[in-house]
């Protein structure tokens, strides 16, 4: 069999085999982060977040029409997963033009694919996937121009991989560090070939700018103005340019530095050398050590060779560099593990050039021990041994973890939260878990169709009521911009004169408002409503009673209390789920905090049973409830007992004081806590002295 005919089987043969795992394993639901809003932007052809990512928007709407699913998420989960097999197979055919086909080019693309977080971020609805694929193109057409015997054909590679490195910056910005590195190399090899002339460099800009043009649709969309969700006003040239370049985010940063505290301000200029720290433990952790050292393998082989040596080392450099840079502007903190989710998926651009160069070692070593032992068969065996057994750790280590084929989460937590709601209410979200999953399942699948959803955030936009207003009939708008500070200025409003112009429908906050507005608080209450709370005028009379059986079954959930992995998305829904069942205990204490006399000791009193209820319906809960029952038995204590016994009120509350601080040790205030528990002691024991005195 010919050198390209083996290449192209290996490379099938890859992307089958990764498609047939891929897809089992595809999510069927809507996945948490951005994959809402990704899934509802390609749902209504509207325009996504900054920088709009306009050629997965339209691949997507042809995956909901052309691609069999479940669901709208589950059509676009299984073009993420066709994307990122076919990444698998363009590093694959990198590694088999470049080293020869065989075990090393099989080992390239399969243990990409197969590596944890590239599997996790391959089978939802993500432009990682789509990005992945680029990288893999990217690196397949300059090696086919590396290759390339004579300078018609690394023109013809030239010209394809400038409408690649177009078209890749239609999806991820974060490829343009690849692209600034591949360009002056490309056009250097063509000036030292004698390919370069003004005609070429003409035809190389115009295929380069023809990448670009899945930019129109965003202007398209936004003049249109058919979209029920949309970002952004691209109609002119200022607020085009604005969203490519990311400028409400922060241009070349993960977040925009007035979002960031001031300690994470001053944390984001030291951490770099800890974020290349995390991202080399990740490398070991995923990839695995022996990868690693066929990695460097394969640079030690290329300076040997003196036609591969500058090659391979532009592999290297664009790795080395895009981390350096990424690890620059990388301003989250990844000690938290829900930002470190966030952080790590950026990794997957780097993972794809060790990989490369892993294979490339591989094939190489073979090469070398073939040349200088002989025994030629014995070590192509034990290649394809060793790639099949380290592909077969990894599927056997990350297939079960990487299954999402069941996992309904985050989608049962929206339709839990979106069928709670009264009729015809106003529900403004605020954050990607309810913000995105509401939006998708309001606006992709159909359901509440009575309800209004508006983003917080987005309404601190000049451009969000003006172009989404009409899609919002009932919502009354009392100027164009949320604008807390300027709120005297023309066109701005504050959250309180939201409200009072909405006062004729249920008004709900999910989850909480904006920390910069206080102005509700003047004329508006909270009231708990599960995850969820509802505005109500402050004049309204609260039955807490009456609010505490209206609310307490609101919704149907079953998932164990920490039961996923730190940092997902499911965490934080069950979490929140979880902590919505003590929201109106929690409530009507703090309530009763700030009342006196008879009324005070009823709302302790309530408060506690409340309490009680929960924590002795569950075998597990989080440790905040401890704390919090104690909390309650005490101050119910103080205030006269209720319908209790002391004796209990003060068991009580020592049980579960102590059962806190033996699940938080390190809680600050501890001490307090142990304080709180001697002094709880003494007083049982006077009281059970008094008791037996008297009998």
Known sequence: MSADRWSWTLTGATVATVTALYLPSVQRTVPGGDSGELITTACELGVAHPPGYPLFTMLAFLALHLLPGSSPAHSINVLCALLGAGASGTLCYTVCRLAGPGPGAVLAGGLFALSKLVWQWSIVAEVFALNNFFVGLLFSLLTCFHKAENVAQKTKFALWGALCCGLSLCNQHTLVIYVLIIIPWVLLQLYTHNGLCFSGLFSLGLCFLAGFLPYLYLPISSYLNQARWSWGDQTSLGGLITHLLRAEYGTFSLVHILHLTDEAKSEGKVNMGKMLQAQLNHCVADLSAPVLLLAM??????????????????????????????????????????????????????????????????????????????????????????????????????????????????????????????????????????????????????????????????????????????????????????????????????????????????????????????SWERTFSRWPWGVCEQLVPITSRLHPEEWAQHTQNLYNWSQPHDSFPPGSWERVANEEMWQARMKMAFFIFDLAERMEGEGQARLYDLSYNLYSQIVDAQPDYPSNWDKNLALAAERLLRSGGGSHEPDSLLSRSIQHFSRYLQREPTDPQRQAIRSAIAHLRKERERLRDSQRQKH
Request: aromatic share 12%.
């Open 297 to 518: 393998i394969g640079l030690l082989h290329a300076s040997l060779k003196r036609r591969h040596c500058a090659f391979v080392l532009l592999f290297a450099a664009m790795v080395s560099l895009y981390s350096v840079f990424f690890a620059w502007r990388a301003n989250l903190d990844i000690e938290k593990p829900l930002l470190l989710g966030v952080v790590e998926r950026f990794w997957l651009q780097a993972d794809a050039g060790v990989c490369v160069l892993a294979g490339v070692g591989l094939s190489w070593s073979v090469c070398w021990l073939k040349k200088r032992l002989g025994w030629d068969a014995v070590w192509t065996t034990g290649a394809w041994l060793l790639t099949v057994g380290l592909l077969s750790q990894m599927i056997h280590s990350n297939r079960r973890e990487c299954d999402q084929s069941s996992n309904d989460v985050v989608e049962k937590f929206a339709r839990e939260i979106v069928f709670s709601f009264p009729n015809g209410s106003l529900v403004l979200t605020r954050g990607d878990l309810p913000g995105n999953t509401l939006r998708y399942l309001h606006y992709c699948q159909g359901l509440r169709p009575d309800l209004s959803l508006v983003d917080q955030e987005m309404m601190t936009y000049s451009w969000y009521v003006s172009k989404l207003q009409q899609h919002f009939p009932g919502v009354k708008f009392p100027g164009h911009i949320w604008d807390p500070v300027n709120t005297e200025e023309k066109n701005c409003f504050n959250i309180e004169q939201f409200l009072q112009h909405n006062t004729h429908r249920p008004v709900f906050v999910c989850i909480g408002l904006s920390e910069g507005d206080p």
